[in-house]
């Protein structure tokens, strides 16, 4: 269970969970301490950097790694894609003025099976029992979490509209899980520049057009000083440092393994709090955190099976797996060798 692998991938994971929770930590700041609420406007800055950083990158590639090419080929595909992205931030945070943290805790997790059952039939990864038994458990830990929160009396908001704010955590959810499973996807097959490049130019469009439409009233009231200029520009080194370590840490396990790690955003961002916001403490959260970090570990300690697609050219066999698939073409390729002698 604690092998070197192991290891550096709960490493990873817990990074990438320090990010989100600087993300969320500058937008309670800027929400509370100086009534800024734009979230459009900090995905836009985002996306903004990813497109100057990477498609840059890209613009200066040769081949078929050229943004050029890139474009002619695939840019509809990367416009649905920025589109589900900007969209799944958006939506959770627009979710926080309608229903309860409580809800938007719970029902968040819904992107986990949604990623595994998507993980099924486009990266036809397969699941063990243990896999399922982690997840429950991961679960598990986040029901404590928001049983901390209430006895910790953190659920003074009815909300406005529960159920348009329980649907939106749904919507986001899921768009956040088909988002999770393309950057897999693309990571694996292509390469992680192409899908930051990409996310990068269409997302700057698409939340730059949005920002003007539902922002613009709201940007027009900020009262800028310096403060709130740094609270921007940590939240935009947070979330940018996250997008470009993702795909990292996506590449060398799962989209899946790494939507469990980063449950323990929420626990950073609640220790944290306990100093910045002056929040409650209670022995729940070290429960929930220890439960969740326990299911993360039963994940990572066991590989997923990766079916082969149904028009592959590679011979079905009864149980296929990394390991069969490759026996399984030694053979063929001993046999086209007898063949030809």
Request: hydrophobic fraction near 50%.
């Amino acid at each position: 269970l604690f092998s070197r692998n192991i290891l550096k991938t709960i490493a990873l994971g817990q990074m990438l969970s320090l990010c989100i929770c600087g993300t969320a930590i500058t937008s309670q700041y800027l929400a509370e301490r100086y009534k800024v609420n734009t979230p459009m406007l900090q995905s836009f800055i985002n996306y903004c950097l990813l497109c100057l950083v990477y498609t840059v990158m890209l613009a200066f590639q040769s081949g078929s790694d050229n943004l050029l090419i890139i474009l002619k080929r695939k840019w509809w595909k990367y416009i649905l894609l920025a589109l589900a992205d900007v969209e799944a931030n958006y939506l959770m945070v627009r979710a926080y003025q309608y229903t309860t943290l409580t809800s938007v805790q719970l029902l968040d997790c819904f992107g986990i099976p949604v990623l595994m059952a998507l993980s099924w039939f486009i990266l036809h990864a397969r699941y063990r029992v243990t896999h399922f038994i982690a997840v429950a458990v991961c679960l598990l830990g986040v029901g404590t979490m928001v049983g901390a929160d209430i006895l910790a009396g953190r659920q003074d908001s009815s909300g406005s509209d529960v159920l348009i704010g329980d649907i939106l955590v749904l919507l986001g959810a899921s768009l956040y899980g088909i988002s999770n499973v393309c950057e897999e996807y693309i990571v694996k097959k292509l390469s992680r520049q192409e899908f930051l490049g990409m996310v990068g130019v269409f997302g700057t469009i698409i939340s730059g057009i949005q920002l003007l439409i539902v922002e613009y009233k709201d940007i027009a009231g900020i009262h800028w000083d310096w403060k709130i200029a740094l609270l921007f520009v940590a939240f935009a080194l947070c979330m940018f440092c996250l997008y470009s370590f993702m795909p990292l840490v996506i590449k060398v396990t799962s989209a899946t393994s790494v939507n469990l790690g980063i449950l323990t955003a929420d626990l950073y961002s609640l220790f944290f709090g306990l100093f910045l916001f002056g929040y409650k403490f209670s022995g729940l959260y070290i429960l929930s955190f220890s439960i969740i970090m326990l299911g993360f570990i039963l994940y990572c300690s066991t590989p997923t099976r990766t079916a082969e697609p149904a028009e592959s050219t590679v011979p079905a066999v009864t149980c296929i797996g990394i390991d069969n698939l490759g026996l399984k073409l030694e053979e063929n390729l001993q046999e086209t060798h007898s063949v030809a002698l």
